[in-house]
């Protein structure tokens, strides 16, 4: 069993940085690929970025390409998001996922979900 708990959200103007975190409990956190989605309102929920356990593998959508950086540190249990030259379009609830290996785009394909954590940005 693992839980997640998200946190790093909050209200940034276009161009802005925000750098979302999501701690896992749990001591196999190390085995579980992890990933980020979005959900805007009235949408279903979206890929964000992936990786798998070694951090050897990262995957982007294509809309956050150059932009976000998936990265995860197994010593603190933590996956991170860093967002950079954020655009109003990026406006949601972000939450993170993990299963166990592969790594996968596919949201249905994970297992845990945190709570999720808002990101607003403002034109």
């Known amino acids: 069993q693992v839980q997640l708990l998200e946190s790093g959200g909050g209200l940034v103007q276009a161009g802005g940085s925000l750098r979302l975190s999501c701690t896992a409990s749990?001591?196999?956190?190390?085995?579980?690929?992890m990933g980020w989605f979005c959900q805007a309102p009235g949408q279903g929920r979206e890929f964000v970025a992936a990786l798998s356990w070694s951090g050897g593998s990262t995957y982007y959508a294509e809309s956050v390409k150059g932009r976000f950086t998936i990265s995860r540190d197994n010593a603190k249990n933590t996956v991170y998001l860093q967002m950079t030259s954020l655009k109003p379009e990026d406006t949601a609830v972000y939450y993170c996922?993990?299963?166990?290996?592969?790594?996968?785009?596919?949201?249905?394909?994970?297992?845990?979900w945190g709570q999720g954590t808002q990101v607003t940005v403002s034109s």
């Open positions: 749990g001591r196999t956190f190390s085995t579980y690929a």
């Open positions: 996922a993990a299963r166990e290996q592969p790594v996968t785009v596919v949201a249905g394909s994970y297992d845990y």
